[in-house]
């Protein structure tokens, strides 16, 4: 029996936001609210298209993410639960996150959240100062941030996550530092950390290419990843991955599904799917995304459906495995594969131990402190 195959995770895109940020190239839509009625109807009829994975599988978790799923009023998240609710196996769903801006929550929505099991709130923080909140495009202010974490403390959510930027134009160190010790402050339970890249049709990209976007230098860039390690472990959070921390037993269960590759399904605008050996994605556009579900299809584009073979789900597994901080365990690897990470890596195992990029012990084979700062050099050469 394929014992990897009872855990799943589900993802629903919900693409509505009340503004864009600068920096983000998600799929998301602003002023579009006259959509959101139509766009949950047709998720639902997407949702009973899985019909089968979702009765075939041990649902372990659900993950809303956007855009911004709070934006949109309280009563579609709660059509979403209910219909999945009546049609998968939810004995064993552990966590359910739903994405948030600090400005677009309020009481009524936390009580309809938690009454749903919704146990689990992560929230886009960005950063503590609101001269930079203002120049990335943010809504909301940090006195905003601060009160609505006391609202949702108050509603009996403990499970909390902040993410956190850091690189941002005309961003200092202290400024990093400042926010994060903030933060620790409010014995906040997780903490995504992730460093600003410029995207491709985003309003930051047009204003980095004409060399209007001053970023931090390299090693101050380098500096707020370390720095922040350091405090942060210091503080009682662990790292795990390479770009989130969490107090013990607060690790994001939905993440990690992704990062041992196990399956996976997307619904809505956009979303990705890794299922049945294969991986695919979601059209991008609210009309092809309506059209296909009324002929009864999935919304995917057929001709970038790619089947995963053995070789490429061992190369996904190594590289996504390489970012947890414990690494690959050599021994669960051997089971679930029937071969070991060395007879896979052979030789460029050796070379990334000499080259101080990985390191191996009797149980586990994991990234250096060094390999985290060149993983990418790793992962290119474990690609078939």
Same mark, same amino acid.
């Given at each position: 029996?394929?014992?990897?195959?009872?855990?799943? =995770?589900?993802?629903?895109?919900?693409?509505?936001?009340?503004?864009?940020?600068?920096?983000?190239?998600?799929?998301?839509?602003?002023?579009?609210?006259?959509?959101?009625?139509?766009?949950?109807?047709?998720?639902?009829? +997407?949702?009973?298209?899985?019909?089968?994975?979702?009765?075939?599988?041990?649902?372990?978790?659900?993950?809303?993410?956007?855009?911004?799923?709070?934006?949109?009023?309280?009563?579609?998240?709660?059509?979403?639960?209910?219909?999945?609710?009546?049609?998968?196996?939810?004995?064993?769903?552990?966590?359910?996150?739903?994405?948030?801006?600090?400005?677009?929550?309020?009481?009524?929505?936390?009580?309809?959240?938690?009454?749903?099991?919704?146990?689990?709130?992560?929230?886009?923080?960005?950063?503590?100062?609101?001269?930079?909140?203002?120049?990335?495009?943010?809504?909301?202010?940090?006195?905003?941030?601060?009160?609505?974490?006391?609202?949702?403390?108050?509603? =009996?959510?403990?499970?909390?996550?902040?993410?956190?930027?850091?690189?941002?134009?005309?961003?200092?160190?202290?400024?990093?530092?400042?926010?994060?010790?903030?933060?620790?402050?409010?014995?906040?339970?997780?903490?995504?950390?992730?460093?600003?890249?410029?995207? +491709?049709?985003?309003?930051?990209?047009?204003?980095?290419?004409?060399?209007?976007?001053?970023?931090?230098?390299?090693?101050?860039?380098?500096?707020?990843?370390?720095?922040?390690?350091?405090?942060?472990?210091?503080?009682?959070?662990?790292?795990?991955?390479?770009?989130?921390?969490?107090?013990?037993?607060?690790?994001? !269960?939905?993440?990690?599904?992704?990062?041992?590759?196990?399956?996976?399904? =997307?619904?809505?605008?956009?979303?990705?799917?890794?299922?049945?050996?294969?991986?695919? =994605?979601?059209?991008?556009?609210? +009309?092809?995304?309506?059209?296909?579900?009324? +002929?009864?299809?999935?919304?995917?584009?057929?001709?970038?459906?790619?089947?995963?073979?053995?070789?490429?789900?061992?190369?996904?597994?190594?590289?996504?495995?390489?970012?947890?901080?414990?690494?690959?365990?050599?021994?669960?690897?051997?089971?679930?594969?029937?071969?070991?990470?060395?007879?896979?890596?052979?030789?460029?195992?050796?070379?990334?131990?000499?080259?101080?990029?990985?390191?191996?012990?009797?149980? !586990?084979?994991?990234?250096?402190?060094?390999?985290?700062?060149?993983?990418?050099?790793?992962?290119?050469?474990?690609?078939?």
């Amino acid at each position: 029996m394929n014992m990897e195959k009872k855990d799943l =995770g589900l993802y629903i895109h919900i693409p509505f936001c009340e503004s864009k940020c600068y920096y983000c190239d998600f799929n998301s839509h602003v002023n579009k609210n006259y959509l959101v009625e139509k766009y949950i109807m047709y998720l639902k009829k +997407e949702l009973d298209l899985y019909i089968n994975d979702l009765k075939g599988y041990n649902l372990k978790t659900i993950f809303f993410g956007g855009g911004t799923p709070s934006a949109i009023d309280e009563k579609y998240i709660y059509d979403i639960l209910n219909h999945i609710y009546k049609n998968a196996d939810i004995s064993h769903l552990k966590e359910i996150t739903l994405e948030a801006n600090p400005k677009t929550l309020n009481t009524e929505k936390l009580k309809v959240y938690k009454s749903l099991g919704i146990n689990r709130i992560s929230l886009g923080v960005q950063t503590l100062n609101d001269s930079l909140l203002t120049q990335i495009g943010r809504i909301h202010t940090t006195r905003d941030f601060l009160d609505t974490y006391e609202l949702i403390r108050s509603q =009996g959510f403990e499970n909390i996550n902040t993410d956190i930027m850091f690189n941002l134009p005309n961003q200092t160190y202290k400024d990093v530092i400042k926010t994060l010790k903030e933060i620790i402050k409010l014995d906040i339970k997780h903490i995504s950390y992730y460093s600003l890249k410029i995207e +491709e049709g985003t309003p930051f990209h047009v204003k980095y290419e004409k060399d209007e976007l001053r970023l931090p230098e390299e090693d101050v860039e380098r500096k707020m990843y370390h720095g922040a390690i350091e405090l942060l472990e210091k503080n009682g959070y662990k790292q795990y991955e390479i770009s989130n921390f969490a107090k013990q037993g607060y690790e994001c !269960n939905h993440n990690i599904i992704y990062w041992k590759v196990k399956p996976y399904i =997307g619904v809505g605008l956009s979303a990705h799917s890794n299922i049945n050996s294969y991986r695919y =994605g979601n059209t991008e556009k609210f +009309e092809e995304y309506f059209k296909m579900i009324d +002929e009864n299809k999935l919304p995917i584009y057929e001709e970038e459906k790619e089947f995963i073979d053995k070789d490429m789900e061992i190369a996904e597994y190594i590289i996504l495995g390489l970012r947890l901080i414990h690494g690959i365990n050599k021994e669960y690897f051997s089971k679930r594969f029937g071969i070991t990470i060395r007879d896979v890596l052979g030789k460029k195992l050796d070379k990334f131990i000499e080259e101080g990029l990985l390191e191996e012990n009797d149980y !586990n084979v994991k990234l250096t402190k060094k390999g985290l700062d060149l993983c990418n050099i790793v992962f290119m050469e474990v690609l078939p």
